[in-house]
């Protein structure tokens, strides 16, 4: 496929046929997504690729928890999970939320389940000392799952990232024998969509950037009075 047809068409996969992802298709895939960029080229990303069932049953159920306040925060208006507002539910009202089939059924439905991991060791987290949330880290490893998702797609596959499971990090750690240095990015379900998606509702460019200033004029295609060349 071509690049762009791949980065404008590649959706979130929640559901999977019974086809294989061979394992060629599969080393494919990796290889070509392992020339992502990491902070100073220090690669720390690592790939448990998960087969069996039990381990994915058991990482489906460790996506729960953070699913129940997802749904919960979402239900009451809010944005789940961001970190700038605390949950307006209450614990019990999380505790009694149902967890919907789409957050579970993929890790169990998909060919393979990737867990990625990167080695906290290895990552440049230059806003470490802000007082917010870090973001830095994860430019060290989300390049490479993006990276893996658009070679899926050319190679016929797909998948979704998926984060619930972070929230139960050290359950997860325990459950693949993952060293205590490794931070969990991504669980990513893998195999052949259902159906093909190939329009994506997002943002216009004008939306999403401006000239010069936050506040500056957005980007157009071509807006009056900017230089069309940047220089
Ligand atoms: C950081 C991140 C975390 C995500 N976590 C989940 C998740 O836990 N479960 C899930 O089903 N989808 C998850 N998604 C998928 C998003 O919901 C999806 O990318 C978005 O809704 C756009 O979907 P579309 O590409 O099909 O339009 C996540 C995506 C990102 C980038």
Redesign the pocket.
């Known amino acids: 496929m071509d690049l762009y047809d791949v980065m404008r068409t590649t959706?979130?996969v929640?559901e999977f046929t019974d086809a294989p992802l061979p394992e060629d298709v599969l080393h494919r895939i990796l290889d070509h997504a392992r020339f992502a960029p990491s902070g100073g080229n220090r690669q720390g990303t690592r790939i448990v690729v998960v087969r069996d069932q039990g381990t994915r049953r058991r990482l489906a159920a460790l996506n729960e928890p953070a699913v129940r306040r997802y749904v919960a925060q979402a239900k009451a208006g809010q944005s789940p999970w961001n970190p700038l507002e605390p949950p307006s539910p209450s614990a019990e009202e999380i505790a009694a939320t149902a967890v919907p089939e789409?957050?579970t059924r993929?890790l169990l439905t998909a060919a393979v389940v990737l867990v990625v991991w990167v080695d906290l060791g290895l990552v440049a987290a230059t806003d470490q000392d802000l007082d917010r949330i870090g973001l830095v880290a994860g430019a060290s490893v989300y390049p490479l799952v993006w990276n893996l998702l658009l070679a899926a797609r050319n190679e016929g596959y797909g998948g979704?990232?998926?984060?619930?499971a972070v929230a139960e990090e050290p359950a997860v750690r325990e459950l693949l024998h993952v060293p205590d240095r490794f931070a969990l990015a991504a669980v990513v379900p893998l195999g052949k969509p259902v159906r093909e998606?190939t329009r994506?509702?997002r943002r216009s460019v004008e939306e999403l950037a401006t000239w010069e200033t936050f506040d500056g004029p957005p980007l157009a295609a071509s807006s009056p009075g900017q230089d069309s060349s940047v220089r």
Do not use: K, Q, S
């Open positions: 959706p979130a929640r789409p957050f993929p979704t990232i998926t984060t619930m998606v994506l509702r």
